[in-house]
């Protein structure tokens, strides 16, 4: 069975970088389209990028994230750049399913998540 696990996530000043990693085991994580989400306290899961072959797509952090995949090592990341303290949250990857690649709901496998926190 697919597991993924993140990895990468910190404290993080304002204006600071983080890159995010999604691996797995079980299975090869390059024959899946995978998403990153994130989840704040209080607020809902939202889609964040995703990844589909090479192909990519961010959502409203676009131009302050980047995902990217190396097949070689199985791993998909996520580069933050200029982090603000609204980036603040539990980033989480998934493998997309079927349906709307922003919608939560349209992915299977989950990690158990990595916190970001960006203060000073």
């Known amino acids: 069975q697919l597991q993924l696990v993140e990895s990468g996530g910190g404290l993080v000043q304002p204006g600071g970088s983080l890159r995010l990693s999604c691996a797995a085991s079980g299975e090869n994580l390059n024959e899946y389209t995978i998403g990153w989400f994130r989840q704040a306290p209080g607020k809902e899961r939202e889609g964040v990028a995703c990844?589909?072959?090479?192909?990519s797509d961010a959502a409203a952090v676009t131009g302050r994230f980047t995902i990217a995949r190396d097949s070689a090592k199985d791993t998909v990341y996520l580069q933050m750049n200029s982090l603000k303290p609204e980036d603040t949250a539990v980033y989480y990857c998934a493998t997309h399913l079927s349906g709307p690649m922003s919608s939560s709901s349209s992915y299977g496998y989950w990690g158990q998540g990595t916190q970001v926190t960006v203060s000073s």
């Open positions: 990844i589909s072959g090479d192909t």
